[in-house]
């Protein structure tokens, strides 16, 4: 790999700051009491403390996966700490009153929430560590009937649509991560769409991990009930730090009969440094049900970051005709491992699903994709389309492709392309002799190259992440 | 063609050049003044498309001796890009392809380059799209190809005119055509080498690379060279390039030889 290319990837990350706020952390370790303590600081009814301890002790007898393509040492799940809040001096009652350091970082991040709110249309709750600090546009959203604000709130406001859905998408004991995240869990938005309401705008969360070694354990949850939609758009950042992080999400969609439910995610946490050290560790479990007739659930996802993302948005095709895409971009460098991709279950009549995914892969980085096309004996008529390619930048890289195609039903059909291209010298010599410099080509090489993803993305987003992939592989071609 | 007191664009001085340490040019001399057209000719593996690459930049060769200046200035001061931006072109022999990324886009973003480096006024979007497609309409390509990827599934007859349409584009002071006419039928031919006719002026030169005749019975040469092992070996006018066809290339190495030998 030549010299202009590395340079173009090795840019330095640059979220990497930490903001000085009062931390109320919780002891490290993980226990009954650490579960409870949790529950109490954050107030919660005794059905909750219960799902949470059935969590954990499923959690007890299970193990960590194995079977991802990645490596790392093994994680002492005791010297997390599984609780930090940002100590408030009172409760907030206007974007005001908000810790002007808090919103000088999220300006640093490129997201001034005035602004942003105000210009973009896009409501935005933000996730500060684990609990939410601002929500804006709430009382428009609240006209129309949506409920949109952080799960705590939601626990406290609306237990009853809570207690009906959390973990009926992804069970307590769905898989280790999932377990661990259902049992410790802090805080994470819900969503809520009533009948016939289509949802007037974005909505947006930005999350930020912020106390080192604080393990973030977010719980997303969003209902679209009959013939509601909404776009839904999730943007990560984090700062630096040398050890490594674990964040551990559940992500819950359950789209009723004719909803839409979108589901867009540019991630862009630490990456670690160029030699591997530091990063996030993504263990994420994504999940939507469609499980109304006609209903529709597409995730869209730009990951750029995290030392390893373990990673499957994955779709439940129960209602008739329902509809489940995954649009994927994950991008690796230096030491980063992605293994990432998605499952797509039909059950129900005539379902359909797409699945397109690219990987790009430079350094020593490793890319994986990893998906499950399983149809149900049920499931007459299912269609699926996958595609993946894989791009290899420079020669140290790895790129593979896990296709797993289960089916049971015969008047199934099921198609599956694959492609491996890598950038090479030619031609960014080409792009170079018509006067377009090495940035600038491979720039515009990875952006053809995941024109299929970015066109899915809402337009700000895929501004964002064009940008995003461009600084995060300058350097790496050449 | 030929022109009194025409400016030096190329003056090429005992060059050479190694790739993975093998040395393909052993000591290159020419002179190119604006206007002209020079045709390399010779045998595979003569060193023909190393010279041209060579003189673009390519990184997988490694300039050993010599000198070569353009306009005036020391070419290889220059990256690959800023000779681009100067005025030196290369049509590929093999032009690459470069999938989802959109032949107006790629070509609208060379133009603007190539325009801001000459202090003159890009385009837009829109803009572009009228005067691209003018220039399309000289090598008969159809606007289709402006939506479709770089070169992606493109015929290596369409490839070629894609090349040529950039030379139109970028109208540069040096057009090096690397082996153009290869890979082309008689009615392409003669589509792509009327554009480079119609491109040819006083204020530019063309060096044509190529295996055959035939191309020059379209494009008239100034200068026909005929390299062998790395050097230019003998140079005459067009009417050599006719000897050239009619008795193969080992007589021009024999006389040498014997001429060395006497």
Known sequence: MSAVLQNLVNQPYKHGFVTKIESDVAPRGLSEDTIRLISAKKNEPAWLLEFRLKAYQQWLKMEEPKWPN????????QAISYYSAPKPKQKLSSMDEVDPELLRTFEKLGVPMHERAALAGVAVDVIFDSVSVATTYKQKLAEVGITFCSISEAVQMHPDLVKQYLGTVVPVGDNYYAALNSAVFTDGTFCFLPKGVKCPMDLSTYFRINTEESGQFERTLIIAEEGATVSYLEGCTAPKFDTN???????????LDNADIKYSTVQNWYAGDENGLGGIYNFVTKRGLAKGVNSRISWTQVETGSAITWK??????????????FYS?????????????TKM?????????????????????????????KIAPTAAGARNYSQCDSMLIGDQCAANTFPYIQVRNHSAKVEHEASTSKIGEDQLFYFAQRGIGNEEAVSMIINGFCKDVFQQLPMEFAVEATKLLGFKLEGSVG | MIYQDSK?????????????GIEILKGIDLTIRSGEVHAIMGTNGSGKSTFAKVLAGHNAYQVTGGSVTFE???????????????????????????????????????????????GREELDPLEFEDFVREKMKLLEMNPDFLDRGVNEGFSGG????????????????????????????????????????????KDNAIVLVTHYQRLLNYIVPDYVHVMESGRIIKTGGKELALDLEMRGYDWVGAERRAAAGA
């Not at chain 1, 990645?70 to 799940?77: A, H, L, N, R």
């Not at chain 1, 499957?312 to 895409?325: A, K, M």
């Not at chain 1, 971009?329 to 991709?341: I, M």
């Not at chain 2, 030379?167 to 039928?185: F, K, N, Q, W, Y």
């Open chain 1, 70 to 77: 990645v490596k790392y040492p093994q994680i002492d799940f």
């Open chain 1, 329 to 341: 971009v994950a991008v690796t460098n230096h030491y980063q491992q992605a293994d990432t991709g």
């Open chain 1, 312 to 325: 499957y948005p994955s779709c439940v095709l129960q209602g008739d005709n329902s509809v489940g895409e």
């Open chain 1, 245 to 255: 992080q674990l964040h551990a999400a559940v992500v819950e969609l359950v789209a």
């Open chain 2, 158 to 201: 369409e490839k070629k005119r894609n090349e040529i349409l950039q030379m139109a584009l970028l109208e540069p002071r040096l057009a090096i055509l690397d082996e153009t006419d290869s890979g082309l039928d008689i009615d392409a031919l003669r589509i792509v080498t009327s554009g480079v006719n119609h491109l040819a002026s």
């Open chain 2, 8 to 20: 030096t664009l190329l003056d090429v001085q005992g060059l050479r050049a190694t790739v993975n």
């Open chain 1, 345 to 373: 279950v039909h059950i129900g009549k005539n379902t359909r699903s797409t699945i397109v995914s690219k990987g790009i892969s430079a350094g020593h980085s490793n890319n994986s994709y990893r998906g499950l096309v």
């Open chain 2, 72 to 118: 005036g200035n020391n070419l290889f001061d220059l990256e690959p890009e800023e000779r681009a931006r100067a005025g030196v072109f290369l049509a590929f022999q093999y032009p690459i392809e470069i999938p989802g990324v959109a032949n107006s886009h790629f070509l609208r973003l060379a133009y603007n380059t190539v325009q801001a480096q000459r």
